[in-house]
Nanobody, 115 residues
Framework: QVQLVESGGGLVQAGGSLRLSCAAS????????MGWYRQAPGKQRELVAAITSSGTTNYADSVKGRFTISRDNAKNTVYLQMNSLKPEDTAVYYC?????????WGQGTQVTVSS
């Protein structure tokens, strides 16, 4: 089992920045890809960004150039630096980890961007 705990969400004005963190605990070894997804009201959950254990990254087109995902393998922590936030970035952001074919999810953290 892997437990994921997110932090760093909140309310920010458009154009502002937030940094999300997600720490993995439990069976932390052999975690491959970690990522961030988001779900806005009435919409499906969507991938925001992901990073493999070797550092390969993948971003949704809507956040390229504004968001940066990074990872500290020693701490089993993944970060999402979000800059130039827009109201359409408002959503619950979920951390995700893939370990040996099993996918684990955090409880989510709310990000609200006011116009």
């Amino acid at each position: 089992q892997v437990q994921l705990v997110e932090s760093g969400g909140g309310l920010v004005q458009a154009g502002g920045s937030l940094r999300l963190s997600c720490a993995a605990s439990g069976n932390r070894f052999y975690i491959n890809t970690m990522g961030w997804y988001r779900q806005a009201p009435g919409k499906q959950r969507e991938l925001v960004a992901a990073i493999t254990s070797s550092g390969t990254t993948n971003y949704a087109d809507s956040v390229k150039g504004r968001f940066t995902i990074s990872r500290d393998n020693a701490k089993n922590t993944v970060y999402l630096q979000m800059n130039s936030l827009k109201p359409e970035d408002t959503a619950v952001y979920y951390c995700n980890a893939d370990r040996l074919g099993y996918v684990y999810w955090g409880q989510g953290t709310q990000v609200t961007v006011s116009s």
